[in-house]
């Protein structure tokens, strides 16, 4: 299993991630191409006498001060958590009837899963109203975005992309926004802004 440390994720720092394995039969090669494709590991534990280069590999190390500064979020897992979704909950519980009002679709999480609170969206009723709503917030000094291109319509795979058309892959592009979530964001300023805006 990967776990990303990319900055967008609860627990972050800029980039990285964490690979999980509970197959032995991937942790000797994992190793390996942790090890920059060499068995230096097994060499430092004295099962071979020399190392050398035996399968493709990368350099994937964090830097000290990277690894430092993920490792305190590490430590503080809970408390993070916990602020997350109080945060989610805050926008989930103030916006509801303003986005109601306004046709706006809010997340909604089924009985049988549980709330990681990574992102709070909201789904506009179309694109025009989505770039309102981040102009809007824009002038306010508060960042919101939309998500990404379907990946159907991105530079590298128009053109190889054949297949059918996409509508709901195109019409959740167009109309999600993703509004500001980190720890000690200041909620309730994003909240008033957002009762601002008419559109």
């Not at 999980?20 to 006498?49: P, Y």
């Not at 350099?59 to 001060?65: A, D, H, V």
């Not at 897992?77 to 809010?106: F, P």
Request: glycine content about 6%.
């Amino acid at each position: 299993m990967l776990f990303s440390f990319h900055e967008t994720k609860n627990i972050q720092c800029g980039e990285g991630g964490l690979l999980a394995i509970n197959d032995e039969r991937f942790l000797k090669r994992s190793e390996i191409i942790w090890e920059k494709g060499t068995n230096r590991s097994a060499f430092f534990r004295g099962e071979i006498d020399k190392y050398g280069w035996v399968d493709m590999g990368s350099s994937f190390l964090p830097s000290e001060l990277n690894a430092a500064y993920l490792w305190a979020q590490l430590e503080a897992l809970d408390e993070i958590q916990k602020e997350r979704i109080r945060i989610w909950e805050g926008y989930h519980h103030q916006l509801k009837d303003w986005a109601q009002q306004r046709g706006i679709r809010m997340p909604f999480i089924p009985s049988y899963a549980s709330n990681n609170a990574h992102m709070y969206y909201l789904v506009c009723k179309d694109i025009q109203q989505r770039s309102a709503l981040i102009a809007h917030l824009k002038a306010q000094n508060i960042l919101s975005v939309f998500h990404y291109l379907s990946l159907h319509k991105s530079e590298f795979y128009k053109q190889k992309y054949i297949g059918p058309n996409l509508p709901f892959s195109d019409e959740y592009s167009e109309r999600l926004v993703r509004l500001p979530l980190y720890f000690g964001l200041e909620v309730q300023q994003v909240v008033d802004a957002m009762l601002t805006f008419h559109g």
